[in-house]
């Protein structure tokens, strides 16, 4: 079946670098690639997104890169702060179908100050 | 939160009981989604619903049943609650932008089945 795989499963970074989590996925119809950030406790909250029209987007200090040859993505968050501290998940349509996501199964990233 | 409500926000009883979770949106979303969330497996999708009436398995559909006989509320229905069905219980709904989807969770259910 359809899969996306997310690594690393953790992450711990100081204060100030640069945090870099990477998905793969099965399916090459996909055309949608959002990520998550889900603080302890609250419900998965949408930080950004991507769409296969597009190889890179940015958004402050986090960017999301996409390879549709090599079918995956990351998430690239610089200057890292405590309240990143959060876990990231990533998720990619089933049959290219926005609304049906898979997800990974998340990154637990720690910045410690 | 685009106007995504659930009830009830914790739940606790016993195996073999029947449950019900309610999903509730204000802004006349056509697609709403059931998900679990487990340690070491992510969220996982259990049924999605396409309009009023029509709705469809997901990943993780076993032991689970769904209704929308409404626009605005979505039901997941645990007929004979098991152990296994401990869990944290999403809703979402995808908001239409042109022709873009975006997926939003609503703030969870937390169940646990003794």
């Known amino acids: 079946g359809e899969n996306v795989e997310q690594h690393p499963s953790t992450l711990s970074v100081q204060e100030g670098d640069s945090a870099v989590i990477k998905c793969t996925y099965s399916?090459?119809?996909?055309?949608?690639f959002p990520w998550y950030k889900q603080e302890l406790g609250k419900r998965p909250q949408l930080i950004i997104d991507?769409?296969?029209?597009?190889g890179e987007k940015k958004d402050q200090r986090i960017a999301v890169t996409l390879n549709k040859t090599a079918k995956h993505f990351s998430l690239h968050i610089t200057e890292t702060q405590p309240e990143d501290s959060a876990v990231y998940f990533c998720?990619?349509?089933?049959?290219?179908?926005?609304?049906?996501?898979?997800f990974g199964k998340g990154t637990k990233l720690s910045v410690k100050p | 939160d685009a106007g995504i409500t659930q009830s009830p926000r914790h739940k606790v009883t016993e195996t073999g009981t029947p449950v019900t979770l309610r999903c509730h949106q204000t802004?006349?979303?056509?697609?709403m989604y059931w998900y679990r969330q487990d340690p070491g497996h992510g969220l996982r999708l259990i049924h999605y619903?396409?309009?009023?009436?029509?709705?469809d398995k997901g990943e993780v559909s076993d032991g689970y049943s769904v209704s929308r006989s409404k626009t605005e509320d979505f039901l997941l229905t645990l007929e004979s609650a098991t152990s296994s069905q401990t869990s944290v219980y999403f809703c979402?709904?995808?908001?239409?932008?042109?022709?873009?989807?975006?997926?939003?969770f609503g703030p969870g259910t937390r169940l646990l089945v003794l």
């Open positions: 991507i769409r296969s029209n597009v």
């Open positions: 399916d090459s119809a996909s055309n949608y």
């Open positions: 619903s396409y309009g009023v009436k029509d709705t």
């Open positions: 802004e006349n979303h056509r697609y």
């Open positions: 998720a990619a349509p089933i049959g290219g179908s926005q609304g049906n996501l898979i």
């Open positions: 979402a709904i995808s908001e239409y932008s042109g022709r873009q989807e975006t997926q939003y």
